[in-house]
């Protein structure tokens, strides 16, 4: 069965990965194992100074635990497997790392799909994952609502 990381932060973009997967999955007849991956950054020496250790990897927990819980309720809706994985760490490093610790196939990431230019400049986890995994990834873009000019709004005269 394949395994399938899915790079998970809580937002639109990341649960558009998920959907995709989902759909894979119940619609293509894919035979996988989901692992909804999460990173944490890592604290800086002031959080780490004034609210100690423990109080921040307590708090990275639970915001994991919180960012995770849009992904975790999908997959579990659709009674597909998987599991869960949270690393510390640079974003597209410790995915990489977390892919080939899990084992994974493949690896899924939401993505606005800026591309060229601005997607160049902005150094996108996206675009670093492609050139990093060790497997191959899909990048899932964003479906932008339309933009709707104001004059299609306006009735006809």
Do not use: N, W, Y
């Not at 999460?38 to 020496?45: D, G, P, W």
């Not at 990048?139 to 933009?147: F, T």
Request: charged share 20%; hydrophobic share 50%; glycine share 10%.
């Amino acid at each position: 069965m394949l395994r399938i990381m899915i790079a998970v932060d809580g937002s639109p973009l990341a649960l558009d990965a998920v959907h995709h997967a989902l759909d894979l999955v119940s619609r293509g007849g894919l035979r996988a194992t989901l692992v909804l991956g999460h990173v944490q950054e890592e604290a800086t020496l002031l959080e780490l100074a004034t609210q100690g250790a423990d109080a921040v990897a307590a708090a990275s927990v639970e915001a994991a635990g919180h960012l995770l819980a849009p992904a975790l309720a999908l997959a579990r809706a659709a009674q597909v497997p998987h599991e869960t994985e949270i690393g510390l760490g640079p974003v597209a490093a410790t995915l990489v790392d977390m892919v080939e610790r899990c084992g994974c196939d493949a690896l899924f990431i939401g993505a606005r799909g800026l591309g060229g230019l601005r997607g160049a400049l902005l150094g996108s986890v996206s675009q670093q994952l492609v050139h990093m995994s060790p497997v191959p990834v899909t990048v899932v873009k964003h479906d932008e609502p339309a933009e709707v000019d104001e004059a299609d709004l306006q009735e006809p005269v």
